[in-house]
């Protein structure tokens, strides 16, 4: 265990990584095993998700019904490969590699 795990527990850890990037939490998992398990808590993926991905999720379950149980992790890889279209609204849910945001389909 090396100095910096041993002082601060796991969820702060998380808490730091969750003000960074997607892709540097994905490289902060390569530290260490303390990292990787803070890097790939539900807390660090869940802030770079859209801020009503619940919603997104909970409309879109129909469609898809296997994305309530994904990780946030998941999730979020998922929703970048592949955008949502919601209930045939012009909203499109679109995760992007650093934070995540909605586009409005102008064409619909």
Known sequence: MDFL???LPEDCLSRIISF???VDASRSAAVSRAFESAADSDA???SFLPPDYGEIITRAAASFPLL???SKKDLYFHLCHNPILLDGDPIVSKVTYRRPHVVYDDRV
């Open 5 to 7: 795990t041993y002082v």
């Open 20 to 22: 960074t990037s997607p």
């Open 68 to 70: 309530s149980s994904l």
């Open 44 to 46: 660090v993926w869940g």
